[in-house]
């Protein structure tokens, strides 16, 4: 009887610690979640604030740029910012970003970070236009 209730007890604590190591696991995941949240928070706080940047230099009668600015990642979409009278700032595929400067009717192009490959197709891609 006696042993039959260590048995007991002991498959109860087993139990207890692989539900507490699963909850563990979920946490984590959890915090995964939370992190990408407030990664994705803070570049919306950034893309406001460079938005509201524009619009004050607009204000104190500063010209845009006429084109758009790219910022090149070696492992993220380019970011690309369009300073019209509707500022614009959007993460757009390295795939279709020809397309989307055509889109906007972009005709000039200011590059933080520019790779062989991007410069090439630039080059081929708008001495052709």
Known sequence: MKTERKRTKKIKEELGEK???????KTGAEKAGEKALE?????????????????????RGLTPFDGASID???????????PRENPMITA?????????????????SLSTRCFRAVCHCFNHCWSTA
């Open 72 to 82: 090149f990642h070696r492992k993220r979409d380019p970011v690309v910012f369009i």
């Open 92 to 108: 757009v595929r390295k795939e279709e970003l020809l397309d989307f400067l055509e889109a906007n009717n972009v005709r000039k």
């Open 39 to 59: 990664q994705k928070a803070k570049e919306e706080a950034l893309k406001n604030e460079a938005l509201d940047f524009c619009r004050q230099l607009k204000e």
């Open 19 to 25: 539900k507490a190591q699963r909850e563990k696991k």
